[in-house]
């Protein structure tokens, strides 16, 4: 039987587990594989190799973090509160550090030569990190109506 403690651990695996895809695969498809994208990072000739190697690192590491969370969320008892909680803080982990990465010195979210349009004001990369956070933290609150290890 359906309760409305186990609807809302369902709503919250699903909201972290489209996080976990946008997380595995978003970097590598703007970053390397969409040619706009590409142009701008590894496929960009301006870049230095070592940049190119960090911005491969980030790629990797996104895809390793959902991986894992995803694994978290759907092997059996991946519906638990923790699993779902412990899954949303590894998924928010790449997009905070986007976001703090502008915080560095000379650090921008795009190189000048390019143009990139902006949405409400912010970066697509920064508003994308904005939504997937907002949708983690929606995920984290649909847990806190259930009990401490309720299963789906």
């Not at 359906?2 to 695969?25: D, E, G, K, N």
């Not at 960090?54 to 509160?81: E, N």
Request: charged fraction near 10%; hydrophobic fraction near 55%; aromatic fraction near 6%.
């Amino acid at each position: 039987m359906t309760t409305p403690a186990t609807r809302s651990l369902s709503v919250a695996r699903v909201l972290a587990v489209l996080v976990a895809l946008a997380t595995m695969f978003g970097a590598l498809l703007a970053d390397f594989v969409i040619p706009a994208g590409a142009a701008q990072h590894l496929r960009n000739d301006a870049w230095l190799p070592h940049a190119k190697f960090h911005d491969a690192q980030y790629i990797v590491l996104s895809i390793l973090l959902g991986v894992v969370a995803l694994t978290l969320l759907v092997q059996r008892g991946g519906g638990s509160r923790s699993r779902v909680w412990t899954a949303c803080a590894i998924l928010a982990t790449p997009w905070l550090g986007l976001l703090g990465a502008i915080l560095f010195p000379g650090a921008a979210v795009h190189d000048p030569e390019f143009d990139n349009v902006s949405i409400i004001g912010l970066h697509p990369q920064v508003l994308l990190a904005v939504i997937l956070l907002t949708i983690l933290l929606v995920a984290v609150l649909f847990t806190a109506r259930t009990g401490p290890g309720e299963l789906t």
